[in-house]
C-alpha cells in the first residue's frame, strides 16, 4: 500500500500535471516585463525573505520580470507549480521526494537555507530533554506519517518507540496556544517559532533532527518549478534565480535593512518578531556553503534512502532528476 506524507494534494498533482498545457499559465509575456507567478508554502515570513527584498529592490524587475507573490491557497504550493498555474513555488525536500516518486513534475531549483533548522520544542517545564522523554507524552503534529517516523527514528536510538507516544493533530493551533492547553511537544522551525518563544520569554527543550541524523540534515525549504518550465523557458528561470540570488545576498549582508523590507512588504507581520528571525537566520542562508543555493546530490541520496528504509517511499528516488544547480549564477 502506498504510504503517503499526509499532502492529499499529492495524490492529485500526478493528475493535474498530466493535463497541464505546454503553455505554462504562471509566465505571460508582456510588452516589457514578463509576468511570472511565485507561490509560497505558507504565510510570508523570513525564509521569504529574499523574495520580497529582490521585489523591492528592482532585482525582478531588471531581468524583465514582473513577479506576483502569492499565498498557496487550500490546494499547496506544489500542485500550482507541478500543473503550471504558478511558474515558480517555495516547498521542502520531503515533498519534492514523494512527489517525484510518483512521477510528479517539480524539480527544486535552490536550497533557500543549508541546513535543518527543525526540531521537535518544548517548553522547559515539560522536562523533555531527549527523545527518550517523549514516552508518554502527547505530540502535536499535522497527521503526516513522516512525523510519527521521524520520532521512532529518534526515539530508538535511545531504546524507546513512538508507540509510547501520543500523537494528536494540532490543526490551524499554533505552537504557544497548543503547548499550554493539551500538547507537550511539536515539530518547529526554531527561525521562526523558536525566537518567538524567546521574545515572549519563553524557554525550550530543543531536539533538532540533525543533532541525531546526518539524513535527517534536508533541504527545507526551497525553491520550485516544473519540467515544463526547465525545457521551454530555462533562460526566464535563470533570470528569476540570478534576481531572487541577489535578494538572499543582499538578506545575508543586511539581515536588518532585509527586515525592513519584508515587514515594509508584508505590514501585518510582527515587526520585533520579523527582526530577531531574521538576525538569527540570515547567516544560515548560505551557512558553510560556497554560494546560496546550492545543494548536493548526497543530502538528497540521504534523505531519500531514508524514507525509503522507513516505509515513508515504495520506490527509491532518482535524486538527479529531483533537483538542479544549473540556474544558479556563478559566485564571483
Request: aromatic fraction near 10%; include cysteine.
Amino acid at each position: 500500500m502506498l504510504k503517503k506524507l499526509g499532502l492529499l494534494v499529492l495524490v492529485v498533482l500526478f493528475f493535474v500535471a498530466g493535463c497541464a498545457s505546454e503553455e505554462n499559465e504562471g509566465v505571460e509575456t508582456g510588452e516589457s516585463l514578463e509576468k511570472v507567478t511565485m507561490v509560497l508554502d505558507w504565510t510570508p515570513n523570513t525564509n521569504h525573505t529574499g523574495l520580497y527584498v529582490a521585489e523591492s529592490k528592482g532585482y525582478f524587475e531588471e531581468e524583465g520580470l514582473d513577479v506576483e507573490i502569492t499565498l498557496p491557497g487550500e490546494s499547496g504550493a506544489d500542485q500550482v507549480v507541478a500543473s503550471g498555474k504558478a511558474a515558480f513555488g517555495i516547498s521542502a525536500q520531503e515533498q519534492i521526494t514523494e512527489a517525484r516518486t510518483q512521477d510528479i513534475p517539480i524539480v527544486s531549483i535552490a536550497a533557500i537555507i543549508q541546513h535543518n533548522t527543525s526540531g521537535f520544542a518544548s517548553p522547559v517545564d515539560k522536562n523533555i530533554t531527549s527523545p527518550a522523554d517523549f514516552a508518554g507524552k502527547t505530540y502535536g503534529g499535522w497527521g503526516a506519517p513522516v512525523e510519527s517516523a521521524v520520532i521512532d527514528s529518534l526515539m530508538k536510538q535511545e531504546g524507546g518507540s513512538v508507540e509510547d507516544v501520543n500523537i494528536v493533530n494540532m490543526g490551524n493551533t499554533d505552537f504557544f496556544t497548543a503547548v499550554k492547553r493539551d500538547i507537550d511537544f511539536a515539530w518547529i522551525y526554531y527561525g521562526w517559532t523558536g525566537v518567538e518563544a524567546e521574545l515572549r520569554g519563553m524557554e525550550l527543550n530543543m531536539q533538532y533532527l540533525t543533532d541525531y541524523s546526518d539524513k535527517l540534515d534536508y533541504y527545507t525549504p526551497v525553491i520550485t518549478t516544473n519540467e515544463t518550465m526547465i525545457q521551454d523557458h530555462s533562460k526566464m528561470v535563470e533570470k528569476f534565480i540570478r534576481a531572487v540570488s541577489k535578494g538572499y545576498q543582499f538578506a545575508i549582508d543586511n539581515p536588518e535593512k532585509a527586515a525592513d523590507l519584508l515587514i515594509e512588504a508584508v505590514p501585518d507581520l510582527d515587526a520585533e518578531l520579523v527582526k530577531a528571525s531574521q538576525e538569527w537566520l540570515s547567516p544560515k542562508y548560505q551557512a558553510d556553503a560556497r554560494k546560496w543555493g546550492i545543494q548536493d546530490i548526497e543530502v538528497w541520496e540521504n534523505y531519500a534512502s531514508w524514507m525509503y528504509e522507513n516505509g515513508l517511499l515504495d520506490e527509491e528516488l532518482d535524486a538527479e532528476e529531483a533537483f538542479t544547480n544549473e540556474f544558479l549564477p556563478e559566485s564571483k
